[in-house]
Each structure stands twice: as structure tokens, then as C-alpha cells.
């Protein structure tokens, strides 16, 4: 089992980069591309509130949890 992150797909829907997002959501590029490739830990709750609120969408837009066996797609 696991957790994808689509954070990339909802970036390119609104049309907001790496840099820009990092700054408005106040995390380091760096931190916000290990989300964005889905190597993160863990996610803080204020952190996924910001990116929900800078990218006007639900955490389930941005977190989908994947059973062992299953496509992501």
C-alpha cells in the first residue's frame, strides 16, 4: 500500500511553478519537490491546508492511497 501524491497534476492545472508555489505555501523548494515526487514522510496538516488553499482544491486532490496490486493510474 501506498500514498501518491498528484501535487505535479494539480500544479499544472493551475498553472503555478515550483518556486511560486513553495514561496506562497512558506516551504523550501527543496521540500516541496520531495513532495511533489512522493518521497515525503510524512506532511504536515498546516502544510496541506496551504497548498489547498493556494491551489483552491480537497487534500483528495492531492493524496490518493493505493492498495498493494493496484494501479495508480
Given at each position: 500500500m501506498s500514498i501518491n501524491v498528484s501535487l505535479d497534476v494539480?500544479?499544472?492545472i493551475r498553472?503555478?511553478?515550483a518556486g511560486?508555489?513553495?514561496s506562497r505555501v512558506g516551504i523550501t523548494p527543496a521540500n516541496l519537490s520531495i513532495l511533489k515526487n512522493s518521497k515525503a514522510k510524512a506532511?504536515?496538516?498546516s502544510t496541506?491546508?496551504?497548498l489547498c488553499r493556494e491551489l483552491n482544491c480537497?487534500?483528495?486532490d492531492l493524496l490518493q492511497y493505493?492498495?498493494?496490486g493496484e494501479s495508480n493510474e
Open positions: 494539480m500544479m499544472a498553472k503555478v511553478g511560486e508555489l513553495a506532511i504536515r496538516f496541506l491546508e496551504a480537497q487534500p483528495g493505493v492498495a498493494d
